[in-house]
C-alpha cells in the first residue's frame, strides 16, 4: 500500500507539538468500523491497537451503538455529575450482576472522572486518608498515568520529566524478574519496611500493574502477585491493583488479577469500561475503605451518562454468560502461536504476554519503530511500548476473528522480515 502523508495542514500549524501518535501514523483517519480504520484517501488499516486498549469490543460495535443512538434520539440525561439517573442505575446495577456477584466482590464504585489517571488519583488519596501516610510504593517501569500523582509512581524517565517539579511520596521497588530471578522477590522492599534505619517511610498502600503495558508487557507471576499480596497486609499496606489497560477483560478474566486469586484492597478501571471508546473510570474499593466526606473528591464530567448507556450494553452482552473469557484466551493461543513462529525465524527477538496482550522484544531496539513503521506502511496498526519503545505491542480487539488475528500476524511476520 502507497501512502501519501497529509501535507502540512491545520494539524501541523495549530496542533500542539505534542501529538503523538499520528506521527507515526500519517494518516487522517476518517471511518472506523469493528477491527479497521479507514482514511479519508481510501485506505483500510487492520487494527492491533485498540484505543491503546479503549476499544476491546472494536469500533462502533452495533450493539453498542444502537443502545447509545436509542438513549441520544429519546433525550436521555447527557451530563449529570454525579446526579442519580436512569442511565447510572442501570449501569450499576449490571456491574454489580455481571461482574461484582459473581466474583464475590465486595467493592463499593466511586466515580472518579473520566480518565484512567482521575482513578489512580482518587485511589491514591483514598489510601493516603485511610491510612494516614503520605508514602507510596510503586515498581520499575509502571505507568499511571500523566496527572501529578499518578506520575509520581510512574517510572518512565522521559514523561516523569515533562511535570516540571519534583515528584515525591513515591518509592519505586523492583517488578518481578527485575533481577532475572537473582534475587528473592521482595527481599530488598521488606528489609525496607523492617529496618528502622532504611529511610523509607511507612507506605500508606502500594499500587502495582499485574501485566505492565506501556512499561513493555512485563507480565508478574500470580506467584509474585501473591507474595505482593500478602505481603502488604502483613505490612498493614493497601494494595492497589490499577487494571485500566489491563481490565476489561484483557487478560482473560474481567479482572487481570482474578488469575491470581487476590483481592485488592482498591482497583482503578477506565479504558474498555464503556465498551464503545468514550470516557469513564472507576475507583472501586472496600467498603471499610469508604472513608470519604460528600464532595470530597468531585469532578464535572465523573458521571458520563451516555458511557453508562453503552457500558451496560457492553457488560449484559458480553460478559453475562463467561463466552468472552474463553474466546479471549483462545484468541490468545492463536497470537502467542504467531508470535513464536516470528520469534523462530528471525533472531534477536523474544515474546510475553497474557490473553490478548502480547509484546516483541528486539534486542537491536530501534528496530521495535522500523518494524511498526513498515507494518503501517502493509495496512496494520501497532505501537511501541517499554522505557527504550523496544518492545512492538499488540492490543487486538477481544472481538478480533481468527481470520483477522491471522491477517494481522501475517503483516507483522512481513514487517519483521522487511527490517531485518
Known sequence: MTITPPALSVFEALESEVRSYCRGWPAVFDRAQGSHMYDEDGHTYLDFFAGAGSLNYGHNNPVLKRALIDYIERDGVTHGLDMSTTAKRAFLESFQNNILRPRDLPYKVMFPGPTGTNAVEAALKLARKVKGRESIVSFTNAFHGMSLGSLAVTGNAFKRAGAGIPLVHGTPMPFDNYFDGAVEDFL?????LEDQGSGLNKPAAVIVETVQGEGGINVARAEWLRALSELCERQDMLLIVDDIQMGCGRTGAFFSFEEAGITPDIVTVSKSISGYGMPLALTLFKPELDIWE???????FRGNNPAFVTAAATLDTYWADGQMEKQTLARGEQVEQGLRAICD???????????????MEFEDKPRASAVCKRAFELGLLVETSGPESEVVKLLPALTMTPEELDEGLRILARAVRETA
Open 345 to 359: 525465524e528471525n533472531s534477536g527477538i523474544s515474546h510475553r504476554g497474557r490473553g490478548l496482550v502480547w509484546g
Open 294 to 300: 460528600p464532595g470530597e473528591h468531585n469532578g464535572t
Open 188 to 192: 530488598w522492599f521488606e528489609r525496607l
